[in-house]
């Protein structure tokens, strides 16, 4: 709820014409209640649970395909899980990480901190430093693809499918590697 509010009003106001006391008056809350949930308000926006459900999808995907394809399918379906009932929250979220020179750092560590969960996901599959290198690679391109899909979504203003979108650009990326979307 408090992070709802937040980027309300970073959407309506800007990013740097919004305080953390104004969040908190927003939310009903005081600003210490914001930051005990949120340290920074880098957090306001940024903080989310995405690295959690991709490698849940992750774990789910058939160890013997491809492992850009299993990535690739688990980044596709958390999509499709996140944006199911999503009232404008994510595209608000993203089209702030992608305009704020404060964000976009910081956004850059969310994509370091989802590599790592997708390959903390393989679990027994990247126990070893070589194993683990490879799957960091391919977490690293497949993420690298979705980024280029999440921009392209979030400058049509979300008109577009972004399950089908990561798809397609997955697949034009490793082609026979990655189905092509529905």
Not at 18 to 43: I, Q
Not at 119 to 148: I, K, N, Q, S, Y
């Amino acid at each position: 709820m408090i992070q709802k509010h937040a980027v309300r009003l970073f959407v309506a106001r800007g990013y740097d014409g919004t305080t953390v006391n104004d969040v908190a008056a927003a939310a009903g809350v005081s600003p210490m209640t914001v930051y005990r949930h949120f340290p920074t308000k880098e957090d306001l926006v940024l903080a989310d649970r995405n690295g959690a459900l991709v490698a849940e999808r992750l774990a789910a995907t058939p160890a013997g395909q491809p492992l850009v394809h299993r990535i690739g399918s688990a980044l596709v379906e958390s999509a499709r899980t996140l944006t199911v009932g999503d009232d404008g929250f994510l595209l608000a979220r993203l089209q702030l990480m992608i305009s704020t020179p404060a964000l976009r750092a910081r956004h850059l560590d969310n994509h370091h901190l989802l590599q790592q969960a997708i390959v903390d996901g393989l679990g027994d599959e990247a126990a070893d430093p070589d194993a683990a290198f490879r799957a960091g690679a391919a977490a690293a391109a497949c993420l690298a693809v979705m980024h280029t899909a999440l921009v392209r979504w979030a400058a049509d203003d979300g008109r577009a499918d972004l399950p089908a979108l990561i798809a397609t650009a997955l697949a034009a990326t490793f082609g026979a590697a990655h189905p092509r979307p529905d």
